[in-house]
Nanobody, 120 residues
Framework: QVQLVESGGGLVQAGGSQRLSCTASGSISSIAAMRWYRQAPGKQRELVAG???????NYADSVKGRFTISRDNAKNTVYLQMNSLKPEDTAVYSCYADILNSLYVWRDYWGQGTQVTVSS
């Protein structure tokens, strides 16, 4: 009964910006880590950025200085602000959350993914 729903993907020109959002809903007691992953065609899924409940962040080297992850705990939402986008950022972006559900069990939850395409 827990869902993660992403929004904000689409087509953008190189050098442009885009903001992704991911909201968790359902029977949620608490959310710990929230992360964004991406997978490009023919490549393995990679961690883009992560954020703890208290706001500590980490980033892949390839996006440092360009992407910013943030969260709103009151809204159970994580954001990914992407600036100075490059064609190599093209991928399906998926959010992940470590959630304590209503049964008081910690589980991993994933969104369905949103396509980001950066044209050159």
């Amino acid at each position: 009964q827990v869902q993660l729903v992403e929004s904000g993907g689409g087509l953008v020109q190189a050098g442009g910006s885009q903001r992704l959002s991911c909201t968790a809903s359902g029977s949620i007691s608490s959310i710990a880590a929230m992360r964004w992953y991406r997978q490009a065609p023919g490549k393995q899924r990679e961690l883009v950025a992560g954020i703890t409940r208290d706001g500590s962040t980490n980033y892949a080297d390839s996006v440092k200085g360009r992407f910013t992850i943030s969260r709103d705990n009151a809204k159970n939402t994580v954001y990914l602000q992407m600036n100075s986008l490059k064609p190599e950022d093209t991928a399906v972006y998926s959010c992940y959350a470590d959630i304590l559900n209503s049964l008081y069990v910690w589980r991993d939850y994933w969104g369905q993914g949103t396509q980001v395409t950066v044209s050159s």
